[in-house]
């Protein structure tokens, strides 16, 4: 029984640092889009390809962390059921 416990807290510790470091990786990239929208918005002579491809990269990041996220949960709730 204490084994099963000591795996359940592992298990909890680990969820809780990914969730704690995902969560500050997408508040940095949050604020480095901040500043690339407020840097275009205030450079008169930035193309407006290069506009299109920065959203359409914020855009494809945003999508590949939502779904990085989602696949890391779905991990967690499988081995989660190892300790039930």
Not at 21 to 46: D, H, I, S, W
Not at 50 to 55: Q, Y
Request: glycine content about 4%.
């Amino acid at each position: 029984m204490l084994q099963k416990e000591i795996l359940t807290q592992m298990i909890t510790f680990n969820k809780t640092a990914f969730d704690n470091a995902f969560n500050v990786m997408m508040a940095l990239q949050e604020q480095m889009e901040k500043t690339f929208r407020m840097y275009m918005e205030q450079v008169p002579g930035f193309p407006v390809e290069g506009r299109k491809v920065l959203e359409e990269w914020i855009t494809v990041y945003k999508k590949g962390c939502a779904d990085f996220k989602k696949n890391v949960d779905e991990s967690f709730k499988k081995v989660e059921t190892f300790t039930q």
